[in-house]
């Protein structure tokens, strides 16, 4: 069974930072565009950042550009986000997701990606 398990969350003051990981199982990860999402109260599930098979090609959401960096081990099955500079606004549960489709990237939206996390807390106090 395909499993992505994110870890690295945890509550932070404003101005911090935070690396979170998401180690997938099960399925063949380089061959996955992989993708951070998050969400907060009351809010829809939105795109954070998402990564190309090789790492090469990446893309952000324009409330993260600049400050969050998406990147890949394919040796290790394993998708990062470092988050730097971190708002209260960024509170969320954020979820690492994994998909199929070739053109994924260029697809920041939920129903472009297969399989999802659970999902791990990230809390930015200020």
């Known amino acids: 069974q395909v499993q992505l398990v994110e870890s690295g969350g945890g509550l932070v003051q404003a101005g911090g930072s935070l690396r979170l990981s998401c180690t997938a199982s099960g399925l063949t990860f380089r061959r996955y565009v992989m993708g951070w999402f998050r969400q907060a109260p009351g809010k829809d599930r939105e795109f954070v950042a998402a990564?190309?098979?090789?790492?090469?090609?990446?893309d952000y959401a324009d409330s993260v550009k600049g400050r969050f960096t998406i990147s890949r081990d394919n040796v290790k099955a394993t998708l990062y986000l470092q988050m730097n500079s971190l708002k209260p606004e960024d509170t969320a549960v954020y979820y690492c997701a994994a998909s199929g489709r070739i053109d994924a990237i260029r697809v920041p939206t939920t129903t472009a990606y297969d399989y999802w996390g659970q999902g791990t807390q990230v809390t930015v106090s200020s």
């Open positions: 990564i190309a098979w090789l790492g090469g090609a990446t």
